[in-house]
């Protein structure tokens, strides 16, 4: 077939494109990625009991935020990687200042702390699983999201894929603050964002195999 | 406005200062752009002068008018965006040209592969984003992933950052192609294959080829958008 011919079949009957495909594609990974990981919850860790007590009190509407601001960080990212010719640019401080606030405030409780009351703040009792837990909790969003980006065009595989695991880790994240019952900043700023990353560097080594098209 | 060139409309008071306007804005975006991803985007020419004004100014002109081609285009105008693909067609030709000087035989397949690539992704184009940028990242990332397949040293080549480059004169006068995609296209299952004849090959609307073939309207769009990825992914595996 000529070129010529092969544009002709492109342009003939092509039609209107949806507005804001990239965007709904995204989103729909999200709600389908959370659905899932709150099933997971449910069924593999179950609810804190206490959550209800918890609720009531800031630290947990600090983790609950910053879990969200990083999955909403990685939605961000997604879309800008999902499309040729967009840089990260200055998205990229949307994923790094709600990580640096963490750490500011992990360090400041550290600081005032005595030094018996540091492994405590540190290492909670829930340090060896949370990243796992995390990770688990991401599989639906991580399978989401890159079902999202195979239909749209990163032209940066790598970066794609790790901006997508990102996204899913953060939002497992976000589910797993229904079940953990941690609430001191140096926990969440190590624990959780390891948690976090795990997903994102799978999602760097495999974006290569996974979203070339 | 935005269904409009700019170039052609300067009769009115209002329509130049939206074209300033609009103007500054592109011009903005590329400015971000550029202060932290040097290697996506880049201006053509960046010492002053008023000879590197002239090329500026022909490669702003052309933006704003494939741009503009594109809005109308993903609004639902087949003739701006057929006029869109020719135009591409050529720079993507001309830039692989340049590029492909050692696997000649390859180069209008890929202009081919791209141009599948253009239409299967046109919904990731934010109308925020010049339009350059956005097909001169499709036409590399086909170019280097053709090179990587084909195992070639060039596929590290990180000399492929200039948008410019792409949009540097157009060769309208289309090579062989080697892959035949006729065969391709008849390879595909059934139903897509005959949604893509009869709307995309023979003409005939959603509607009418619903009736001829028994599949609802839906499904009809729904096999020509399938039958078109998986044309593209088969145009991939084969060469």
């Keep these: ?213 | 406005m935005v269904d409009e060139g700019c170039a052609p409309r300067r009769s009115t008071a209002g329509t130049a200062i939206q074209c300033t306007v609009r103007r500054h804005l592109v011009a903005g975006y590329k400015h971000r752009h550029n202060s932290f991803v040097a290697d996506d985007y880049s201006p053509p020419v960046t010492n002053p002068g008023a000879a590197s004004n002239v090329t500026m100014d022909a490669f702003d002109a052309r933006e704003r008018r494939l741009r503009a081609l594109m809005l109308r285009a993903q609004a639902g105008d087949d003739a701006a965006y057929r006029a869109l693909l020719v135009d591409l067609s050529q720079h993507v030709r001309t830039f692989y040209r340049r590029r492909l000087t050692g696997l000649p035989d390859e180069i209008e397949d890929l202009v081919q592969e791209t141009l599948l690539a253009v239409h299967n992704q046109r919904h990731t184009y934010d109308a925020a984003q010049p339009l350059t940028a956005w097909a001169f990242a499709i036409a590399r990332y086909k170019l280097v992933d053709l090179l990587r397949r084909r195992g070639r040293r060039e596929a590290r080549n990180d000399s492929l950052d200039d948008v410019s480059e792409l949009f540097t004169g157009g060769d309208a006068e289309a090579g062989d192609a080697q892959r035949d995609l006729t065969s391709l296209l008849d390879a595909l299952p059934e139903r897509q294959r005959l949604a893509i004849v009869h709307v995309k090959i023979d003409g005939r609307s959603v509607a009418e080829t619903a009736a001829l073939t028994g599949m609802s309207e839906s499904a009809v769009k729904v096999n020509i958008h399938r039958g078109l990825k998986t044309l593209a992914k088969n145009v991939r595996a084969a060469s």
């Excluded at chain 1, 507005?19 to 990974?29: D, F, G, H, P, V």
């Excluded at chain 1, 600090?62 to 909403?72: E, I």
């Excluded at chain 1, 609430?183 to 700023?189: D, E, N, T, V």
Aim: aromatic content about 10%; some cysteine; charged content about 10%.
């Design chain 1, 1 to 213: 077939m000529k070129t010529d011919a092969l544009i002709d079949l492109l342009a003939t009957g092509a039609g209107p494109v949806p507005r804001y495909a990239t965007s709904r594609r995204l989103l729909a990974a999200a709600t389908i990625g959370t659905a899932g990981a709150l099933l997971l919850l449910w069924i593999v860790f179950g609810i804190n009991p206490a959550l209800q007590a918890d609720a009531a009190r800031v630290p947990f509407w600090l983790k609950l935020a910053f879990a969200m601001a990083l999955a909403g960080a990685g939605l961000l990212l997604c879309n800008r990687l999902a499309r040729p010719g967009v840089p990260v640019g200055a998205a990229i401080w949307a994923a790094l200042l709600p990580l640096l606030a963490m750490w500011l405030l992990g360090a400041m409780a550290l600081i005032e702390a005595d030094s018996a009351a540091r492994a405590q703040l540190l290492f909670g009792a829930s340090w060896r699983v949370c990243p796992f837990n995390i990770t688990l909790l991401s599989l639906p969003a991580f399978a989401a999201s890159v079902w999202a980006m195979r239909g749209l065009a990163p032209t940066d595989t790598r970066r794609a894929g790790a901006v997508a695991g990102f996204g899913a880790g953060s939002l497992g994240a976000v589910v797993y603050c229904l079940h953990c019952t941690e609430y001191a900043a140096p926990f969440i700023g190590i624990w959780y964002v390891i948690g976090i990353l795990i997903p994102s560097v799978a999602g760097f080594v495999l974006g290569p195999r996974l979203l070339r098209w």
